[in-house]
């Protein structure tokens, strides 16, 4: 048990925490057929998470977040300017967009001594959701002791702050973002801002993003952003039941991938471990498999989002 405490628990927190995070602006964004918006988000905040930690000198969240907001708000600014000016279609405007500042964050991560930390592409990409590790805890008293829980990884509780204004923000503003996302042209007509709710949904999944991003890479982000609620969206058409069915997804397959990728090597004969990030992704991605395949008729059912 002390060993689960010091070593399982606090990655397999954070791992539910990030997804629930991305899974919550997520089920938005796939409603209003922008799924792939959280995808480009988790490349976009690549350079904004460098030049924060290239001001402040070290991996301050306040700074990390900054960075990833004014990074994502550039890249929206970017991305309109290219689709009008270049009178492409949405798509080619984002992927060149995207792309290219996260090549930028790439090269800066390359280049600058952000590589000396565990801020560089290999941790960006995969996480570093493994070594968060709680060695304090010697047993469950740990939960309620104040210097046990002080020694607690900063990223978890970066984590949980962010995670709870997302459900906050998606409990206070349930009404608003229905109507936003279902029909945009009813909400301007009674007064709604309905692009600066989208642009609001934006901007939350860069602050999910960048607190997931040092800990757990952008492999889950991406996983996150689109599979949880992709499979809810197949096992019903109310949206409040599909949120907490993304909620639910998001924390199974982070609970799930965890342990598979510790133990699914062992049982095939090898003695290495799993990437528990990569894991995790293709739990997720698996679930909207057994959606697909195993869900409900949705075309027989009223719908009634």
Do not use: K
């Not at 976009?44 to 930690?53: N, S, T, Y």
């Not at 608003?176 to 009813?186: G, W, Y």
Request: some cysteine; glycine content about 8%; proline content about 4%.
């Amino acid at each position: 048990m002390t060993e689960f405490l010091q070593f399982s628990l606090v990655p397999i927190l954070m791992g539910v925490l990030a997804g629930i995070a991305c899974a919550l602006p997520g089920n938005f964004l796939l409603l209003q057929r922008r799924s792939l918006v959280g995808d480009a988000v988790s490349h976009v905040v690549l350079p904004g998470i460098v030049a924060g930690f290239l001001v402040s000198g070290g991996t301050s969240p306040a700074w990390m977040l900054a960075g990833a907001a004014l990074a994502a708000v550039m890249a929206a600014f970017a991305f309109e300017a290219v689709r009008r000016a270049a009178r492409v279609e949405a798509g080619a405007a984002m992927g060149a967009v995207f792309t290219a500042m996260f090549a930028l964050g790439v090269l800066m991560l390359e280049q600058s001594d952000a590589r000396t930390v565990h801020l560089d592409v290999e941790h960006a990409l995969y996480g570093n959701l493994e070594s968060h590790i709680w060695l304090a805890a010697t047993d469950w008293g740990a939960l309620l002791d104040t210097n046990a829980l002080a020694a607690l990884p900063r990223d978890l509780a970066l984590l949980a702050a962010v995670t709870g204004c997302a459900a906050l923000l998606t409990w206070a503003f349930f009404r608003e973002l229905r109507i936003v996302t279902f029909d945009p042209e009813f909400a301007t007509a009674i007064g709604l801002p309905a692009r600066t709710i989208g642009f609001a949904i934006v901007i939350a999944s860069a602050f999910a993003a960048v607190a997931a991003f040092s800990a757990v890479g952008s492999i889950i982000v991406i996983a996150m952003f689109v599979c949880p609620p992709a499979a809810a969206r197949l096992m019903t058409n109310s949206l409040s039941r599909q949120i907490w069915l993304s909620v639910a997804i998001a924390a199974f397959s982070a609970i799930a991938g965890f342990i598979l990728a510790g133990h699914v090597p062992g049982w095939l004969g090898f003695a290495t471990s799993l990437n528990a990030a990569g894991m995790i992704a293709v739990v997720s991605g698996l679930c909207v498999l057994a959606a697909a395949l195993l869900g409900p008729d949705r075309s027989a059912r009223n719908r009634n989002a």
